[in-house]
């Protein structure tokens, strides 16, 4: 009974911080999907771009304003 | 009078400075506005001291209007709900080429604005405050209803498209709880819009997500905006001269609007455009990238922030969330603010009031330096610039109450927005229904609760007749002249 508890706790767990990981990756797909709808070539260009407007987002807001994004 | 001076003591400079600087950055960062960033500084206020700590809160609340501008004109994404105006021409003059002109205009009216607030608030501030309290909830409600009306084609064009997107504002402004009796509205059972649609999200939207919608549905139609050389980047002196009357009109409109209870920053700088648009030389130019539709609603955000402080000096009253967090400071620093401030505190008084002076000059003195800065922003192609701008916008949408649910608002008000322009719908006079809305909705309700629901209520005092009465004729004048012209030119 109790291994089930926790066992299904851990599960929840597990799917909270998958969805956690999910958000952050959306936020790149948004920055490589836009861009190449805006006419940047290739895939390196656009998944450079994302990672430092993430970066630079992630910085800005969650780390010097104390924001907690999701 | 000497202790206006305490504010040019080293360590009041230095608080200056701090709060000049962090309102510049949160006013150019869409999202955590004035009132918030002030909340997180004031533990550290505290420590600093009454004097100094207030000092500080004074120099982000002034420094945000100051900086909202710039988002407005780079990347049409208000940094300040008060800034939502300055996108419609600044951003124009930016796609021209001409954003280092347009953010030198608006440093310089925020400067005139904001000093001219100052001597203002230091002649005028018993006594304006006292006529302003002269205003009720039924007046308030009629000045209001008269604002909508007035400004609602304040972007020219169809009046009836500009009426039907404030109607549209004003409706969705009361998605959320009723502000009198509690009630949830409108909300379809989403806990997330129970505090009703933020602004930031809904802003963001419909300029900055709009904005990107259209470049990703026609890359081509975005060109970058071609390097100008350094003498171009600043106003010429044609734009200077033009600026000076829209910047005049601005800063005393707002300064007045300003001592009205509700968001007065925004409102002035609605008033301000829309008097432009009667009466400026250049009324026609205004709305395809015009310096009088900066310099005017600049100058008046930036006053209508110095009018605010009035009631709060000299009665305790705070009349937008950003006074009301700076009372809060005053009261947990042991300074009780109204008639007996200048007796008690005359340091803490005088030192505030000088600060504004100081802080003013060093807003110009760090900003015209980095126009060439931000000016640069505009040359980024927009396959680089605009993914960023769309993150800004969520980020900034999810900043504002840490809701998920203001992500989707950002979104939605995205792809509503681009459509509207598609159809030839402009967004501001949205805007202004979603600002006014609550304030009509609030001053309505406490009326009708004083008069004991009497409707007769709304029209018993003599101004709030007059201005209803001009209302009503100015919501029925322009149909009538327009049939009366029809029928002139089309005798039958």
């Not at chain 1, 990756?25 to 490589?32: I, K, P, R, S």
């Not at chain 2, 206020?45 to 407005?72: E, H, Q, R, V």
């Not at chain 2, 904001?114 to 409600?141: I, K, M, N």
């Not at chain 2, 340091?347 to 100081?358: K, L, N």
Request: one cysteine or more; a positive charge; charged letters at 10%.
């Amino acid at each position: 009974m109790v291994g089930a508890h926790h066992g299904r706790r851990a599960r929840a767990l597990c799917g909270a911080a998958a969805a956690a990981r999910l958000r952050r990756l959306v936020g790149l797909a948004l920055v490589v999907v836009s861009s190449r709808l805006m006419g940047l070539q290739g895939w390196w260009r656009p998944a450079v771009l994302a990672l430092g407007v993430t970066g630079v987002a992630y910085l800005l807001f969650a780390r010097w304003l104390g924001v907690p994004l999701p | 009078v000497s202790d206006l001076f305490v504010a040019l003591t080293p360590p009041n400079l230095l608080a200056c400075f701090i709060g000049t600087v962090l309102g510049t950055v949160v006013g150019v960062l869409p999202g955590l506005g004035p009132a918030a960033a002030m909340a997180l500084v004031l533990p550290l206020t505290i420590k600093l001291g009454p004097t100094a700590g207030l000092i500080m809160l004074a120099g982000i609340y002034y420094g945000a209007m100051y900086g909202g501008s710039t988002t407005s004109i780079l990347v049409n994404v208000p940094g300040e709900a008060a800034s939502v105006v300055t996108t419609i021409d600044g951003y124009r003059l930016a796609r021209r080429g001409r954003a280092g002109a347009a953010l030198a205009v608006a440093a310089i009216a925020s400067f005139v604005a904001g000093t001219f607030s100052v001597v203002a608030l230091q002649l005028a501030a018993p006594l304006v405050a006292r006529a302003a309290l002269a205003f009720g909830p039924a007046e308030y409600f009629a000045f209001a209803l008269l604002g909508v009306v007035l400004l609602a084609n304040l972007t020219g064009g169809s009046r009836a498209k500009s009426l039907a997107m404030v109607v549209l504002g004003i409706m969705l402004s009361t998605v959320g709880m009723d502000p009198l009796g509690g009630t949830v509205r409108f909300t379809f059972d989403l806990a997330g819009a129970q505090a009703g649609l933020s602004f930031v999200a809904v802003t963001a939207g419909l300029f900055g997500v709009a904005e990107v919608l259209a470049t990703m549905a026609d890359p081509a139609s975005t060109t970058p905006v071609a390097r100008v050389r350094f003498r171009e980047l600043y106003p010429n002196r044609e734009e200077l001269r033009r600026s000076v009357p829209p910047m005049l009109r601005g800063t005393v409109l707002g300064f007045l609007v300003g001592l009205i209870p509700g968001p007065a920053a925004t409102i002035a700088s609605f008033v301000s455009y829309g008097v432009e648009k009667k009466i400026s030389r250049h009324r026609d130019e205004l709305g395809t990238g015009a310096i009088e539709g900066v310099a005017g609603p600049e100058a008046a955000n930036n006053a209508a922030a110095g009018g605010g402080m009035i009631p709060l000096l000299s009665l305790g009253l705070p009349f937008t969330p950003s006074t009301a967090v700076l009372l809060s400071g005053m009261l947990l620093m042991n300074v009780t603010p109204g008639p007996f401030l200048l007796r008690d505190h005359p340091q803490v008084f005088w030192g505030v009031i000088g600060s504004f002076y100081v802080g003013n000059v060093m807003l110009l003195v760090l900003n015209l330096p980095l126009v060439g800065v931000f000016a640069r922003v505009a040359t980024i192609p927009p396959r680089f610039l605009m993914p960023g701008v769309l993150v800004l916008c969520v980020v900034a949408a999810y900043a504002d109450n840490n809701n998920l649910f203001d992500v989707w608002v950002v979104v939605g008000a995205g792809i509503i927005g681009w459509a509207m322009r598609a159809l030839g719908f402009n967004p501001a006079p949205l805007v202004l229904g979603l600002v006014l809305g609550p304030v009509l909705e609030r001053a309505f309700l406490q009326a009708l609760t004083i008069a004991r629901g009497e409707v007769s209520g709304l029209w018993a005092s003599g101004p709030a007749a007059v201005m209803l009465a001009a209302a009503a004729v100015a919501f029925v004048a322009p149909a009538v002249l327009a049939l009366a012209r029809r029928s002139a030119a089309d005798p039958v």
